[in-house]
């Protein structure tokens, strides 16, 4: 298991937040790299959804383009299934079935979607009784020992 960005910086961690003023709930940690912009795939995983039809004039007024371009992927830890989400990426490079290893090159993020600035949105859910449940990430990456 390994970051989806090198030489990191988190610029919004997971929970509680205080953005432009309103307090809202954030749902998975933000990464900005002090170096590039390339979003990896953390562990040997299945891309699941591909949207890459962002549209920039939308930004603002489409909730469904306020991720920007977006990629889930799918790996197993013992008996779980885990969902894995990158948001805010300018290009995906992948597609639905593909398989990955840890470390391939996924994308690039960007300031794109409901964005103040270039960062990589990064969440987990956990599949349980056909349900997604959330996880907090920061924690899961902690377990994992990547952060």
């Not at 910086?9 to 998975?28: A, C, N, P, Q, V």
């Not at 990896?40 to 489409?62: G, H, K, Q, S």
């Amino acid at each position: 298991m390994r970051l989806p960005v090198n030489d990191y910086m988190i610029t919004s961690g997971y929970g509680e937040r205080i953005l432009h003023g309103k307090k809202e709930f954030h749902d998975g940690i933000d990464f900005k790299s002090v170096t590039e912009n390339k979003v990896f795939a953390p562990c040997d995983c299945i891309v699941t959804y591909d949207m890459d039809n962002y549209e920039e004039a939308l930004r603002w007024t489409d909730k469904h383009m306020s991720g920007g371009n977006m990629i889930i992927v799918d790996f197993q830890l013992g008996n779980t299934l885990f969902h894995m989400r990158f948001l805010h990426l300018i290009d995906n490079l992948v597609s639905v079935k593909n398989k990955l290893m840890e470390g391939d090159l996924i994308g690039h993020y960007g300031d794109v979607g409901y964005s103040f600035g270039p960062h990589l949105h990064n969440d987990l859910y956990m599949q349980s009784a056909g349900n997604w449940i959330k996880i907090n990430i920061e924690n899961f990456y902690k377990t994992t020992g990547v952060l």
